[in-house]
């Protein structure tokens, strides 16, 4: 979340994340950012059904609503090692052939921790850090959900999978005066659930090309250019692959991020510049807003030279 601009610094944040696929590329169907009726904070219904069926036709009032309201936290046993825990509120919606599934709860509570190998070096005016770790997500939420006829609901419309992930990551921030870059490349695998389901070993790399605007020590204000991109082959069934919701996506857009003190706000918009082949929704877009408080802040890592 964000460019976290100071060092050392233990905190705590709620995160809200919007990420929505609709239109179908078989038909020829533009993706919408907001489709008519989705609600990118809080759907409808929390937990609805009314007669969904998850078989993809072509409609193109079709869509998939993923929101997450999610409490994160961060906090340094020492200078170059942290601990991070996210517990999220999970509220999906699948619209398909006009019928509608909601799906929310706890979801997956994620604990990862990560030790800094290089932390604020400095050499004619440049600033670096890299950040190397891993963790894993626990299966907290609900994957057993049904419909009221006795069919579970599909894996990715449940709030949790029941599967436990393991990741690992790396992390790097650097800085040339008040320009920097930060790339986050993550890889994950899961175990099969109690059903036998899984999703495919997946891959996410984040990357923010931001601009520090002079303001003065209290302030720090980061507008940037923002790239995501995700792949993954999708569902699988006894470890094998079903062919459902495999992703190979690329996205690009805005950010900015606000630092007042101990306080910050941190915002972002990606649409999409590259979908791979899919039946099914295509990927339309992702946002994410963000507010939160730190403490033991000790200094900036990305401070203006006098």
Not at 82 to 103: D, R, Y
Not at 140 to 156: I, K, M
Request: net charge positive; hydrophobic share 35%.
């Amino acid at each position: 979340m964000g460019i976290t601009p100071y060092d050392n610094q233990s905190g705590v944040s709620l995160m809200h994340r919007y990420r929505i696929f609709n239109g179908y590329q078989d038909y020829g169907q533009s993706s919408k950012f907001f489709p008519g009726g989705v609600r990118p904070f809080f759907p409808s219904h929390l937990n609805s059904d009314n007669g969904y069926e998850h078989e993809h036709h072509g409609d193109p009032t079709d869509y998939e609503a993923f929101r997450v309201l999610e409490l994160r936290g961060k906090y340094f046993l020492s200078q170059r090692v942290e601990l991070n825990a996210f517990v999220p509120f999970v509220m999906n919606t699948s619209q398909i052939n006009s019928k509608q599934l909601n799906a929310s709860g706890i979801g997956d509570v994620t604990i990862f921790a990560g030790y800094h190998l290089i932390r604020a070096i400095e050499t004619a005016g440049v600033q670096s850090r890299l950040i190397v770790g891993g963790g894993v997500k626990l299966p907290t939420g609900n994957f057993r959900q049904v419909s009221a006829d006795g069919h579970r609901y599909p894996l990715l419309n449940q709030v949790g999978t029941g599967t436990t992930d393991g990741f690992v990551y790396a992390n790097y921030i650097g800085s040339f005066h008040n320009v920097g870059l930060s790339v986050n490349s993550s890889y994950r695998r899961s175990t099969r659930n109690a059903f036998e389901n899984s999703l495919a070993p997946s891959t996410t790399t984040f990357a923010s090309l931001f601009y520090r605007l002079p303001l003065g020590t209290n302030w720090q204000v980061y507008p940037s250019a923002q790239f995501f991109y995700e792949k993954t082959k999708g569902e699988m069934l006894e470890g094998h692959l079903t062919g459902e919701h495999a992703m190979n996506n690329a996205l690009l857009g805005p950010g900015l991020d606000v630092y007042y003190k101990n306080l910050s706000l941190n915002a972002s918009v990606q649409l999409p510049v590259y979908t791979g082949t899919t039946d099914h929704p295509a990927s339309a877009g992702r946002m994410v807003l963000a507010v939160g408080y730190s403490f033991n802040q000790t200094k900036y890592l990305f401070k203006r030279k006098s």
